[in-house]
């Protein structure tokens, strides 16, 4: 199952806070472990075709990375994680993607 690993930021139009725009994911056994990176647009895509992104928190549970909107500026679709607060990011939590 895909696991989200890291991200890349970018800033955003208002020039005050960082999006995440990509999303460095682990796709395990299949490949060489190499991570990808996709975008919003391309996840949200292969979670209709049954896809299931999540990310491993640091008490070990998963939580499942879904789109929704940027708490600050309400720009959508955007990578948000189900475990998110209404103004916590958990995947900027996550190492910058190569
Ligand atoms: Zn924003």
């Not at 990509?22 to 060489?32: D, E």
Request: charged share 25%; proline share 6%.
């Amino acid at each position: 199952m895909p696991e989200v690993t890291a991200r890349s930021t970018k800033l955003s139009d208002d020039g005050r806070h960082d999006h995440v725009y990509l999303a460095g994911v682990s796709m395990g056994h299949i490949t060489s472990g190499e991570a990808i990176t996709m975008d919003v647009d391309r996840m949200v895509t292969r979670t209709w075709i049954g896809e299931r992104f999540f990310i491993k928190l640091p008490d070990g549970t998963e939580a499942d990375v879904i789109a929704g909107k940027c708490p600050v500026c309400g720009l959508e679709p955007y990578f948000r994680t189900a475990a998110d607060a209404e103004n916590e990011q958990k995947l900027l939590e996550l190492p910058p993607a190569g």
